[in-house]
């Protein structure tokens, strides 16, 4: 699928879903579309965080700066949130010929173990098993974008889980010098989601999103706020956006592909 081509359906759909959330009586933009702007305050437990959510824009306002091509010479990293993804943009090219280090259960933390580890998820690279630096080395990749933290937080909190993603950084750059870092906020979790819990729920990981983004400004990496146009008016995972809503609530549909997508077009 081409650019142009994905840029219109994507429009179209955000258009028809626009439509069909206002009421009665409401007088929406017929050329209206999705702009990550508006910013609310999230309730949970008392205690309120900051989420950034979609409004409105006129269809003058979308652009595209770059096409798929843009990533040709990117690696993606990401536990099985961003397997989905691999799986959607493999399949229809939207990312060009970017490369994904996966696996399920992949998290900051586990990513430092050794390959010998009983225990080990680290992702492959031609069908052998490397550590994530190594993955990157041998791919050659000249821009990196990491997305972690879904098996980090409830296991080791925020504070372990950013020191752990400093240290994979650290050993990304050890070996691939030249490489562009981008960290991707992580994103929501439905409010029915069953892994929801003191520890991990979307307090917490907007607690997470901003440590990531000061840490981007302290150490001179890029921030991709993915997350920003995944939440729902209540501050959850806009639930046409996941896959498994009422099981762990964290994982996508190609819907919330095409979004993630799109805002990566628009944030390169």
């Known amino acids: 699928m081409n ?9 179209c759909g955000i258009m028809m879903l626009s439509l069909f959330a206002c009421g009665k009586g409401d007088n929406p933009n017929e050329n209206s579309v999705v702009n990550n702007t508006t910013t609310s305050v999230v ?5 309120s965080t900051q989420v950034t959510k979609t409004s409105s824009a006129t269809e003058a306002d979308v652009k595209m700066p ?9 690696a993606f990293v990401g536990d099985s949130v961003s397997l989905k993804l691999s799986y959607y943009a493999m399949s229809n090219k939207m990312l060009g010929e970017a490369q ?11 990513a430092l173990w050794s390959l010998d580890n009983p225990e080990s998820v680290h992702p492959s690279y031609r069908g052998e098993k490397m550590l994530v630096e190594d993955c990157i080395a041998s791919s050659g990749a000249k821009k990196v974008y990491l997305m972690l933290g879904m098996n980090d937080l409830g296991l080791y909190g925020v504070d372990t889980t950013i020191e752990s993603y400093k240290t994979l950084v650290s050993n990304i750059l050890a070996k691939s010098p030249d490489v562009k870092i981008f960290i991707q906020s992580m ?4 409010d029915t989601s069953y892994i929801w819990g003191e520890s991990l729920n979307n307090t917490v990981i907007g607690e997470y ?7 981007c400004e302290e150490e001179g990496w ?3 706020d993915v997350a920003s146009v995944m939440y729902d008016d209540y501050g959850n995972l806009v639930r046409d956006y996941c896959s498994d809503p009422d099981d762990m ?3 996508f549909t190609e819907m919330g592909c095409d979004v993630w997508i799109y805002y990566l077009y628009n944030h390169a």
């Open 43 to 47: 309730q949970s437990d008392g205690e």
């Open 66 to 74: 770059v096409d798929a091509s843009y990533f040709d010479d990117a």
């Open 187 to 190: 994103t929501p979790m439905t």
């Open 3 to 11: 650019i142009k081509k994905f840029a219109s359906l994507l429009l």
């Open 100 to 110: 994904f280090f996966t696996a399920g259960s992949l998290g900051a933390n586990n």
């Open 249 to 251: 609530g964290v994982h």
């Open 209 to 215: 999103n901003q440590r990531l983004k000061t840490l």
């Open 222 to 224: 890029g921030f991709v």
